[in-house]
Every structure is written in C-alpha cells, then in structure tokens.
Nanobody, 117 residues
Framework: QVQLVESGGGLVQAGGSLRLSCVAS????????MGWYRQAPGKQRELVAA???????HSADSVKGRFTISRDNAKNTVYLQMNSLTPEDTAVYYC???????????WGKGTLVTVSS
C-alpha cells in the first residue's frame, strides 16, 4: 500500500504561481512513476505531468513551459511548480502513484487550486 498526501493548493490571481507537494509513504519502493492529475468542475480528470523513478518527465501540452514536475527522493516527495497560472488551471489536483507487479494505482485526496481573473 502507498499513501499519498497533497498540499500547497489555494487561491491565486492569474499570472501567479503555486507549488504543490505530494508526500508518499508506505510501500514506496514499489513505485514506478508518480504524477499529477487535475479535475475541473464538469470535466474529466486529466494528466498534468508525470515523472518516472528514473527521472523522465512528461507534461500535458496545456501546461508545457508553465508547470514543472520534480521529485526529492530523500523526502519521498513529488512537486508540481505551477507558474503563469490562468483561470483555466482551476481544478482539484490529485497526486497519483503507479507501482507493484500489477501496476496498481494510488491516489491522494486532492488539493484545490483556484485561479482568479
């Protein structure tokens, strides 16, 4: 089992920045990749960015050049640095981890990001 706890969400004006954190605990040795997803009201959950255990990253086109995913292995933490935020970035942001023989997915409870215009 892997437990994920997000933090760092909040209210920010358009053009501002936020940094989300996700701390993993439990069977972290089994994790292959971690990522951030978001779900805006009335929309499906979508992948924002992901990072593998080897450090390879992937970002959605909508956030490239603005959001950066990184990890601190010593702290078992993944970060999402979000710059140049727009109201379209308003959503609940969820931390995700994939691991284990069956590629089990784990989810955090989410943190709300609200960007005002």
């Amino acid at each position: 089992q892997v437990q994920l706890v997000e933090s760092g969400g909040g209210l920010v004006q358009a053009g501002g920045s936020l940094r989300l954190s996700c701390v993993a605990s439990g069977s972290i040795f089994s994790i292959n990749a971690m990522g951030w997803y978001r779900q805006a009201p009335g929309k499906q959950r979508e992948l924002v960015a992901a990072i593998t255990s080897g450090g390879s990253t992937h970002s959605a086109d909508s956030v490239k050049g603005r959001f950066t995913i990184s990890r601190d292995n010593a702290k078992n933490t993944v970060y999402l640095q979000m710059n140049s935020l727009t109201p379209e970035d308003t959503a609940v942001y969820y931390c995700n981890a994939v691991g284990g023989a069956g590629l089990v997915e784990y989810w955090g409870k989410g943190t709300l990001v609200t960007v005002s215009s």
